[in-house]
């Protein structure tokens, strides 16, 4: 070999060396956005916790699984009514769980008994949705200190469950929905306990609801701007007097709410199946998050947590788009506030309703004080 021909395989040599180096270091770095998704975020209970349990406690078969997630138990001893609150339905949607957590490190009952599941999709908390370009977490400043929170998918994450059909059919209606769907929690009510992972977990919660004997559940959601129920409380036809009566209350405290009956033909829902199956009284809440729509432009963590998208600001003021998008942006702590407004406003008129049985909550703070403080003044 000549010294020129020793000298080009040299290159090559060093080249080949660099080029693996920077896959290597490219590799460890995903490795560590891989592992911090499935990291647990961490949650501080208020002094009013009386226990903790595991989803897999009501279906064994999702123990140790992506599936299974915390319970956490508020019981007063005191004889009253049980609330179960699901955050974490759609892992994309901040404010149905960070509404959720606030209220888990605030709450303290003092007749009857809250459950509470921050994420009820668990899986979904591990990822992000392909070709959206969203942040893997968001970061809140809480009172001693900066508090990161996971944003996931609106599904579960495809590891746990794939592949997906074409058309999703819906178990036991038969409805037909797109394949995507097959891995969405809030489509798979009332699961099944030989069907997929996502169904699963969906059986899980329909045996939790019936083992604690459930009176009031909560469903927490946002949507886009563009959707017709934004701002909205969907309700069972069973829970038709609570709902309207909440939404009149809150109306009155300058809170507007759409009131939405569950359509009966439109199966999978909690909303639905959790009335249909269950004697629970189901609420489900929407708040308008622009980080949801397709109007939305560069989807980043500011976007979440302020809630300000010019884009949505010019089709509002253009009149062509039924919208519902304040100029001034959607940020969390308003979107935070309104479900907790309505999760207390719905409990106040089930009690008046239902004295004999009540549910009585207190140290969550107002939509008001929500405004005035800030989420990071309730994160303890």
Not at 364 to 372: F, G, I, K, R
């Amino acid at each position: 070999m000549t010294l020129k021909q020793e000298g080009r395989s040299y290159r090559h040599i060093v080249t080949a060396v660099i080029i693996v180096a920077i896959f290597a270091i490219g590799a460890a770095l995903a490795s560590v956005d891989f592992l911090a998704m499935h990291r647990p975020d961490v949650i501080h209970p208020s002094a009013g916790l009386t226990g903790t349990g595991m989803l897999s406690d009501y279906f064994e078969e999702i123990k140790g699984t992506p599936g299974d997630t915390k319970l956490y138990f508020y019981d007063s001893g005191v004889p009253g009514a049980t609330v179960l609150l699901l955050g974490g339905t759609h892992p994309n949607e901040p404010s149905g769980f960070i509404a959720p957590v606030v209220i888990t490190e605030n709450l303290q009952v003092s007749a009857g008994r809250v459950l509470i599941l921050l994420q009820a999709c668990a899986s979904g908390f591990t990822c992000t949705d392909p070709f959206e370009g969203c942040p893997q977490s968001y970061t809140l400043q809480g009172k001693s200190g900066p508090r990161k929170f996971r944003f996931g998918s609106r599904v579960s994450n495809p590891l746990d469950q794939w592949p997906d059909p074409l058309v999703y059919l819906h178990y036991p209606s038969g409805q037909q929905l797109s394949g995507f769907e097959t891995r969405n929690l809030n489509r798979s009510y009332p699961g099944r306990p030989d069907g997929t992972f996502t169904e699963k977990v969906g059986h899980a919660i329909m045996q939790l609801i019936e083992a604690e004997h459930v009176d009031v559940a909560f469903d927490l959601h946002e949507a886009a701007p563009e959707i017709p129920i934004i701002n909205a409380i969907v309700y069972h036809e069973k829970s038709e007097d609570v709902a309207l009566g909440a939404v009149l209350e809150l109306e009155m405290e300058g809170l507007h709410y759409s009131p939405e009956l569950s359509p009966v033909n439109f199966r999978g829902l909690s909303h639905r199946e959790w009335g249909d199956r269950t004697g629970a009284m189901p609420f489900l809440m929407e708040t308008s998050n622009p980080i949801q729509g397709r109007l939305r432009g560069r989807t980043n963590e500011d976007l979440i947590v302020k809630g300000v998208s010019e884009r949505y600001k010019q089709a509002l003021e253009s009149g062509a788009l039924r919208i519902e998008y304040l100029p001034e942006g959607e940020p969390l702590e308003r979107r935070v506030g309104r479900h907790i407004a309505g999760f207390k406003t719905i409990l106040s008129v089930y009690n008046d309703a239902h004295p004999e049985n009540p549910i009585v909550i207190e140290n969550l703070p107002s939509y008001d004080e929500l405004m005035a403080n800030g989420i990071g003044h309730y994160l303890q």
